[in-house]
């Protein structure tokens, strides 16, 4: 059974930094693309970052332009998780944010084959 559980989201100031983990299990993580989405209040789950299954040492990163030079995102095989540093945090950041897993590349939701059950950012001003 495949499980993704968020952590390290919180409330924190804007211009403030936040780090959220995903950690995976009951696939093998090093296959499949891992993207972050965010769910804001009134609105559909968009997408934030995505990165590529192992490839060598060579990861493909992908980023929306809402977050680009703020956010990273990046992986550990070896813990089987993904991260998301969030840097320059504003009040529009203030969503649900949700791993997911795929075993392709995708940038949208309908693309994502496996869903966390999110954490929560509240970016306050």
């Known amino acids: 059974q495949v499980q993704l559980v968020e952590s390290g989201g919180g409330l924190v100031l804007a211009g403030g930094s936040l780090r959220l983990s995903c950690a995976a299990s009951?696939?093998?993580?090093?296959?499949?693309?891992m993207g972050w989405f965010r769910q804001a209040p009134g609105k559909e789950r968009e997408f934030v970052a995505v990165?590529?299954?192992?490839?060598?040492?060579?990861?493909?990163?992908y980023y929306a332009d809402s977050v680009k030079g703020r956010f990273t995102i990046s992986r550990d095989n070896t813990k089987n998780t993904v991260y998301l540093q969030m840097n320059g945090l504003k009040p529009e950041d203030t969503a649900v944010y949700y791993c997911?897993?795929?075993?392709?590349?995708?940038?949208?939701?309908?693309?994502?084959?496996?869903w966390g059950k999110g954490t929560l950012v509240t970016v306050s001003s």
């Open positions: 009951g696939r093998t993580f090093s296959r499949d693309a």
């Open positions: 997911a897993a795929s075993g392709v590349l995708s940038y949208s939701v309908g693309g994502m084959d496996y």
């Open positions: 990165i590529s299954r192992s490839g060598g040492s060579t990861y493909y990163t």
